[in-house]
C-alpha cells in the first residue's frame, strides 16, 4: 500500500465552495466507506450540504462528472474497479483516469480522483476507510481536492 509518504494537511475552511461527489454503484459495501470517507472530509473542511450523486460503475463517472464540474467549484469521483479475468479492467481503468484527468483540465475545476484499482476485494477493503481498513481514500480524494480548489482560488484572486 502507498499510504507511507502521504502528505499532513489540517482541514481548511471551505465553506464557500460548491461540492458535488460522484461515486458508482459496484460494490457496495466499498463505496460506502469511500463515500462515507468523502462526506467526512467535506464535513471536516466545513462544506455545507455536498452534493451526492451516484452512477452504475466507475466507467460513467467522467461524463457525470464533466456535468457536475459546469456548477460546482469541487467534484469527488469515487468508484471501484477489481482485477478480473479479461482486459475489461484495464479499458475501465483507462477510461476513468483519462476521462477524470480530462475534466479537470477542460474545466479547471479541481476533481478528487477516488476511484480504486485493485488486484482484488482485499485490497480495495482496505482502502476503503471501514472499520479495520488501513488507508481511507473517499477521505484523501476529498481532502485533495477540496485544498486543490482552496489553491486556484487563490490564484485566481491574484490574477484578477
Known sequence: MAGHGAPTTEPVDCHDQRVAVVAASWHPQVMDGLVAGALRACADHKVEAP??????????????????????DVVIALGVVIRGGTPHFDYVCSAATDGLGRVALDTSTAVGFGVLTCDDEQQALDRAGLEGSKEDKGYEAASAALLTAQTLKKIRRRDA
Open 51 to 72: 452534493v451526492l450523486v451516484r452512477v452504475p460503475g466507475t466507467f460513467e463517472l467522467p461524463v457525470v462528472a464533466a456535468e457536475l464540474a459546469q456548477h460546482h
